[in-house]
């Protein structure tokens, strides 16, 4: 399983973008890129997911270059709400023997006034 | 629907006892997690389950036992609970992928706190 690699942790202010790096040199061809985000006490969801270029929606994009070692979450305009734990995760294609999914550490990310 | 459900939502333990945390859902998922998160970092996974009477370890599988007799059910056993063992363990399902280019996303519980005297 690719191993990832992210930001301990970021500061915003609210109505900023926030763009977070994350890093993933061991990807394999059949490998998608996963984005979820924890609020405190809660389970982590689901954000957006891709396989390459950019995807979006209601809640953020995702970029991810051509050679896929590395992905970019943007948040537009953030609020105090988007103040949460966002992980970034390598996940095996649907339906192979690899049914595990590790999280890392992710990214505390804060939002201030 | 109720989703991903997790029973009990607290629990004190004493070193040495047993228990047995019970993760339901509703939504006819082949897949099954259970992670443990400790302050401050993120999700171990601990063992998982691909079908119904299938378990596999996941990273941190010492000290819990698993079981999925049936498909909507996961059973996270710890025999003898350990101080070391405090933590929130959440539970997460995940649908079968029905072909290429499908992602399907994990639902998680609401966690169940634990704590190891």
């Known amino acids: 399983l690719a191993k990832t690699t992210q930001p301990i942790s970021m500061d915003s202010y609210e109505g900023q973008e926030v763009n977070i790096t994350c890093s993933h040199n061991?990807?394999?061809?059949?490998?998608?890129i996963t984005w979820y985000q924890q609020f405190p006490s809660q389970g982590p969801r689901f954000i957006i997911q891709?396989?390459?270029t950019k995807v979006t929606n209601e809640v953020a994009s995702l970029f991810i270059p051509a050679d896929r070692k590395s992905s970019t979450l943007s948040l537009p305009r953030v609020s105090l709400s988007d103040t949460a734990v966002y992980y970034c995760l390598v996940v095996p294609w649907p339906g192979s023997s690899a049914s595990k999914i590790i999280f890392g550490s992710g990214t505390r990310l804060s939002i201030r006034p | 629907n109720a989703g991903v459900t997790q029973t009990p939502k607290f629990r004190v333990l004493k070193t040495g006892q047993s228990m047995t945390l019970l993760c339901a859902q509703d939504m006819n998922h082949e897949y099954m997690y259970w992670y443990r998160q400790d302050p401050g970092m993120g999700l171990r996974l601990i063992h998982y389950?691909?079908?119904?009477?299938?378990?596999a370890k996941g990273e941190v599988p010492d000290g819990y036992n698993v079981s999925r007799l049936k498909k909507q059910n996961f059973l996270l056993g710890l025999e003898s609970a350990a101080p070391s063992q405090t933590s929130v363990y959440f539970c997460a399902s995940r649908a079968l992928a029905l072909g290429a280019g499908v992602y399907n996303e994990q639902f998680f519980g609401p966690g169940t706190r634990l704590t190891v005297l």
């Open positions: 891709g396989y390459k």
């Open positions: 061991n990807i394999a061809t059949n490998d998608y």
């Open positions: 389950s691909v079908g119904e009477g299938t378990t």
